[in-house]
Each structure stands twice: as C-alpha cells, then as structure tokens.
C-alpha cells in the first residue's frame, strides 16, 4: 500500500531541521554561526551558485549527449565559460573556509592518490573504508 501525500508531508516536516522551518530558528543558527566565525553568506552563496552553475553545465552536456547537440566549437565554449561560472563560487566557497585553492587540489589529489594508488578501480570505487569520505 502506497503511503498517501498528507503522510509523506507530515513526515518531510517531521523530520526537518527547526532552523529549516521557522525564521526565528534560522535566524538564531545564523547568528550562532557567525558568532564562531562561520561566513555563511559566503559560503551559502558558493553552494547554491555551484549548484546552479553546474546545472547550465549539465544541461549543456545533456543536450549534446541526449538530444543531438552537436559539439560545437560554439558549445564547448559555451561549457568553458560554465565551468569558469563554477570556479568563482568555488573561489567564493574557499573565501568562506579560509582556504586557498591550491590547498584544495592539494587535499582532493591526496585523498584521491591514497584511494586509487594504482589507478582507477571499479573494487576501490565502491568498497572504500568507513574513513575515506
């Protein structure tokens, strides 16, 4: 039996966050976060543009993969200045933490060299320790 709308919907808003819900709570978690030095807005606005940015850059790949869109001179520039879009938030999103850049690719690469020390495989891909986030 298929659980009905207003159940679901009870229980989406069952299980949110009070700071999710109410204005007085999301306010309060703002003022808590700035209080230990947390850029919210910064980093708000990086996740959201990253988002929003890698959408128009899915969308284009999409339609050249789906839809017959033909990989153009024209639309590969167009995904170069989508990805450009991305490295700003991102750029934006380092802002926020207090990080450079370069220590993020440092960070991925090492996270990344540890997990495939041979190269990609599929076994290390989706059998990885509980520690390798």
């Known amino acids: 039996m298929a659980i009905s709308l207003e159940k679901y919907t009870q229980f989406v808003d069952a299980t949110a966050s009070d700071s999710s819900k109410n204005y007085p709570d999301f306010s309060q978690r703002l003022s808590d976060l700035d209080q230990k030095g947390f850029a919210t807005q910064r980093v708000m606005n990086a996740a959201i543009g990253m988002c929003a940015e890698s959408g128009e850059f899915m969308e284009i790949v999409k339609k050249i993969v789906f839809q017959g869109k033909e990989p153009s001179e024209e639309n590969m520039y167009h995904l170069k200045r989508e990805l450009g879009d991305i ?4 750029a934006q999103a380092c802002i926020g933490l207090n990080i450079s850049l370069s ?3 440092q ?4 996270k990344l060299s540890a997990r495939y020390p041979q190269g990609f495989s599929i076994e290390r891909s989706e059998y990885r320790p509980h520690s390798d986030v």
């Open 87 to 90: 490295i700003w938030y991102i």
């Open 103 to 105: 220590d993020v690719i």
């Open 107 to 110: 960070m991925n690469f090492d």
